[in-house]
């Protein structure tokens, strides 16, 4: 059944909170069919992200591997289950940065800014979710970003270096980054609209459009806020 | 009635700092909404309405009847004379609405188009086509060969409502997802169309000349413009994209904090500090869509990460004259001018429409609208968020989206639909106090799954029976008054018509000034000035106001009440007369009165209604 969780306690949380919740991530990672949270993945620290190392080599995608189907008369092709599989494993890193930001103490903008991506991001999840399950695919959960690596998605070491990161140190780094990931999720946008026959189910075409103008626009917003960060040490 | 109090009077050029510092935390208002906890259903959902009615609802033709995700999904409106044209994912449907309590079918043309945005010019129909899948030959089926692929504008010949004939496809570099309606300022015989294209650049095996490049100055650079088309009326066979509107160039360093670098390198403070940010250009390089208010030759683009402010005067060299941005914005949407052409209300489609972002929990100060004021030397300032008051549920898409202005003398009245947040009516006469008339909503399509109020974890794998299974896209487009009804296009739904009903907030006497504007045809994005006939509604318009407002000593708009009352039970000489002693008598009132500038504006109406009286 669904885990009940209220969305803003996440990124409010103090880093007390956040820590009794890392200790909970040492648990073994949740199955495919048990719906972990966002919030929950959202919670191991620096060193739980090494299983990411080297992407997809040797490590399971949660699934990701299982075979495709296309039904007959469907206007997707197996690109289009793959990039929703993939981006939702995106997603996933990127929720899992913006609720690092109040805990790292991110000046108060981009803490809203922060919990924009999440919200947003936390929903088109949803959408991900619901159309792979409509069309009778694998439906990944939020876990995946363990082990599957997209374009644009942070390594162990860049997860770390936004971890130890705090303040004006800790806006620019999360700034950068999350520029970097964006990029990438336009790069899997750009790629998937290259492949022959692949985006021409409308639910697909106007998600991957949709994600090129959100972030594009966001892109833009961080660029302006690294501008404004204190220059030097606070 | 609510409105989030965040003062941003601070220039364009600050715009993106100073917003999401000054917007405090808001909240959904405590108590209760009668929109909250509404019965779902696809067809029998519970309705909560105030200030509206509904007159008809109509199912969609059977030929677009699923529910199945965004395919036929129903899009916007277009309207002409007596019909109303309704884009959808797959056609369009033409509605005759003569008896608004019972629109008929004229026909429906199944065409594979998304997202199918429609509008009318005299006999003529534009129809936005993007996506991959769209075939030249309108098939469904999917494009088996690159060069069955059509991305732009479909024209159709509609002077025979029943029988649609297709005239051309005008491809365009980067497709149609909306496009909005410009006319020529001298040719009667010239309109163009201005294209908001939201894919990149097609490659040159579809299209020839379509370039996918980085530098927005660079003319050959099909990425960084608006497409626009020329459309010569008695040719419309002829019709041509004829050069790009460059109006984004330059547009990534615009509106940074005075005195700090457009984008630069920070210094590094540590060791094992971030690394530098990429560079690349980062300004819009479209905008969702356009609205312009060619009486006063400007547009406002509402485009991705930024509110843009251009001159069109030479329609194929618009100039950007003003540019704000908002880091609570997500998405730039849509704009609405006030009828003064001073202000702009701009939305923000948070979520991209198929989101529940109307949560109880979601930021008030995203995914709604922001008033912004025009100064008399053309450049934006914000001023206030507006959301609907209500928390929509989980299974509700819910963001601010299209609307339009109601004709309403002396205030700036907008109905707007907020998908399955249902339809409103704004006032935002006060660009600081914009707040919320009057609504009409329906409970969620899908049920609701086990109370959860924020999506936050994601559903299983197997969805739990009455779960967000289906999540299905529905609720209203866009809602729009035209010549006396507002009509909304419910996505999912069909087709709905709806009336203004009197409340304290709206008077009978403004509903009925509404009425008196007509217009032959209405496109949204491309607004007509609203001028009111000399009537005695609209002189009782401003009354109203004056007493809702306290603007007037009850004692005097009282006395003027009943002097309107005998004048209106005169006629010919006579009414001119006492209109005439009544309008010196209402000029006297301008001294000592708290709204001393409406007083002002009611006598003069008092004399149009005088002179117009023989």
């Given at each position: 059944m669904l885990q009940r969780i209220s969305r803003p306690t996440a990124p409010r949380t103090t880093a007390a909170v956040l820590f009794a919740a890392l200790a909970l991530a040492c648990a073994p990672r949740a199955t495919v069919q048990s719906a972990a949270s966002p919030v929950a993945d959202a919670a191991p620290a620096a060193h739980d992200m090494s299983s990411m190392a080297g992407g997809h080599a040797g490590h399971t995608m949660t699934g990701l591997d299982a075979p495709v189907t296309i039904p007959p008369g469907a206007l997707f092709v197996e690109a289009d289950v793959r990039f929703m599989q993939g981006m939702i494993a995106h997603h996933a890193?990127?929720?899992?940065?913006?609720?690092?930001?109040?805990?790292?103490?991110?000046?108060?903008?981009?803490?809203?800014?922060?919990?924009?991506?999440?919200?947003?991001?936390?929903?088109?999840?949803?959408?991900?979710?619901?159309?792979?399950?409509?069309?009778?695919?694998?439906?990944?959960?939020?876990?995946?970003?363990?082990?599957?690596?997209?374009?644009?998605?942070?390594?162990?070491?860049?997860?770390?270096?936004?971890?130890?990161?705090?303040?004006?140190?800790?806006?620019?780094?999360?700034?950068?980054?999350?520029?970097?990931?964006?990029?990438?999720?336009?790069?899997?946008?750009?790629?998937?609209?290259?492949?022959?026959?692949?985006?021409?189910?409308?639910?697909?075409?106007?998600?991957?459009?949709?994600?090129?103008?959100?972030?594009?626009?966001?892109?833009?917003?961080?660029?302006?806020?690294?501008?404004?960060?204190?220059?030097?040490?606070? | 009635m609510r409105q989030i109090r965040s003062f941003l009077t601070i220039t364009a050029a600050a715009g993106v700092f100073a917003a999401a510092a000054t917007a405090g935390a808001q909240t959904?208002?405590?108590?209760?909404?009668?929109?909250?906890?509404?019965?779902?259903?696809?067809?029998?959902?519970?309705?909560?309405?105030?200030?509206?009615?509904?007159v008809s609802f109509t199912t969609k033709p059977a030929q677009?009847?699923?529910?199945?995700?965004?395919?036929?999904?129903?899009?916007?409106?277009?309207?002409?004379?007596?019909?109303?044209?309704?884009?959808?994912?797959?056609?369009?449907?033409?509605?005759?609405?003569?008896?608004?309590?019972?629109?008929?079918?004229?026909?429906?043309?199944?065409c594979t188009t998304s997202q199918g945005d429609p509008s009318i010019y005299g006999t003529l129909l534009f129809i936005s086509a993007e996506g991959n899948g769209n075939r030249k030959d309108c098939g469904s089926g999917g494009v088996q060969k690159p060069e069955d692929h059509m991305a732009?504008?479909?024209?159709?010949?509609?002077?025979d409502p029943a029988n649609p004939r297709f005239v051309m496809n005008v491809e365009t570099c980067k497709g149609s997802h909306t496009h909005t309606i410009v006319p020529h300022p001298k040719k009667k015989d010239v309109i163009y169309l201005y294209v908001s294209g939201s894919q990149a650049a097609r490659p040159n095996t579809e299209l020839a000349g379509c370039v996918?490049?980085?530098?927005?100055?660079?003319?050959?650079?099909?990425?960084?413009?608006?497409?626009?088309?020329?459309?010569?009326?008695?040719?419309?066979?002829?019709?041509?994209?004829?050069?790009?509107?460059?109006?984004?160039?330059?547009?990534?360093?615009a509106p940074r904090a005075a005195g700090r670098p457009a984008r630069g390198r920070p210094a590094p403070t540590a060791p094992g500090a971030a690394p530098a940010p990429p560079p690349a250009p980062t300004g819009p390089r479209n905008c969702h869509d356009v609205t312009v208010y060619p009486e006063r030759h400007l547009l406002a683009g509402a485009c991705g990460s930024y509110g843009l402010l251009v001159d069109i005067r030479n329609p194929e060299k618009p100039v950007r004259l003003s540019a704000v941005a908002d880091t609570?914005?997500?998405?730039w949407h849509t704009a609405v001018f006030s009828n003064d052409g001073r202000k702009v209300v701009f939305t923000d489609e948070w979520g991209g429409g198929t989101s529940p972002m109307c949560q109880k929990s979601s930021m008030m100060e995203m995914g709604g609208n922001t008033t912004v004021t025009i100064s008399d030397d053309r450049k934006?300032?914000?001023?206030?968020?507006?959301k609907i008051p209500s928390a929509q549920t989980a299974q509700e898409n819910c963001v601010s989206h299209n609307g339009g202005l109601i004709p309403v003398p002396g205030r700036d009245l907008m109905a707007q639909g907020w998908y399955q947040g249902g339809?409103?009516?704004?006032?935002?006469?006060?660009?600081?106090?914009?707040?919320?008339?009057?609504?009409?909503?329906?409970?969620?399509?899908?049920?609701?799954?086990?109370?959860?109020?924020?999506?936050?974890?994601?559903?299983?794998?197997?969805?739990p029976a009455g779960g967000r299974a289906r999540g299905t896209i529905g609720g209203s487009w866009g809602a729009y008054y035209f010549n006396g009804y507002i009509y909304s296009s419910e996505i999912d739904r069909g087709f709905d018509v709806l009336e203004l009903k009197p409340t304290d907030q709206l008077s009978a006497n403004e509903i009925a000034a509404a009425r008196l504007v007509r217009f032959e045809n209405y496109n949204p994005q491309s607004q007509p000035r609203l001028v009111w006939p000399a009537a005695f509604p609209v002189v009782r318009s401003y009354l109203d106001q004056l007493v809702r407002n306290q603007g007037l000593a009850a004692a005097r708009t009282t006395a003027i009440d009943q002097a309107l009352t005998a004048a209106e039970a005169m006629s010919g000489r006579d009414r001119r007369r006492a209109l005439t002693a009544l309008a010196a008598e209402v000029d006297k009132d301008v001294a000592g009165a708290k709204d001393a500038a409406r007083v002002r504006t009611m006598a003069a109406e008092i004399r149009r209604l005088a002179a117009a009286s023989r």
């Open positions: 890193q990127a929720i899992y940065m913006s609720r690092l930001a109040e805990a790292h103490r991110a000046n108060p903008r981009l803490q809203r800014f922060a919990i924009k991506i999440d919200q947003s991001q936390t929903t088109e999840i949803h959408q991900m979710q619901g159309w792979l399950r409509a069309n009778g695919q694998f439906v990944p959960d939020t876990s995946s970003y363990h082990t599957v690596m997209m374009p644009g998605m942070l390594t162990p070491e860049q997860i770390a270096q936004l971890d130890g990161a705090n303040g004006p140190d800790f806006d620019r780094a999360f700034l950068v980054l999350m520029i970097q990931h964006h990029e990438g999720a336009l790069m899997m946008v750009k790629d998937l609209f290259a492949t022959p026959r692949a985006g021409q189910d409308v639910d697909v075409s106007v998600f991957a459009n949709d994600v090129v103008a959100v972030q594009t626009a966001e892109i833009g917003l961080m660029r302006q806020m690294i501008s404004s960060i204190p220059q030097g040490r606070p | 959904y208002p405590t108590g209760t909404d009668p929109r909250d906890a509404l019965a779902s259903g696809r067809l029998d959902a519970g309705v909560a309405a105030k200030g509206m009615s509904l677009f009847d699923t529910a199945r995700g965004l395919t036929f999904a129903n899009s916007d409106l277009a309207f002409g004379g007596d019909y109303v044209y309704q884009g959808n994912f797959a056609g369009f449907t033409i509605w005759d609405v003569r008896d608004a309590a019972h629109p008929k079918i004229v026909s429906v043309i199944k732009g504008v479909r024209i159709f010949d509609v002077s996918n490049g980085d530098d927005p100055a660079d003319e050959s650079n099909s990425l960084f413009r608006l497409d626009v088309i020329r459309v010569p009326l008695d040719h419309p066979e002829r019709s041509t994209v004829v050069t790009g509107a460059r109006i984004f160039t330059g547009l990534d360093a609570n914005f997500s998405l934006f300032t914000q001023h206030a968020y507006f339809v409103n009516v704004i006032d935002f006469t006060d660009a600081d106090h914009p707040f919320e008339v009057g609504y009409f909503d329906r409970g969620s399509i899908d049920p609701s799954p086990l109370g959860a109020d924020v999506p936050v974890t994601p559903a299983p794998a197997t969805p």
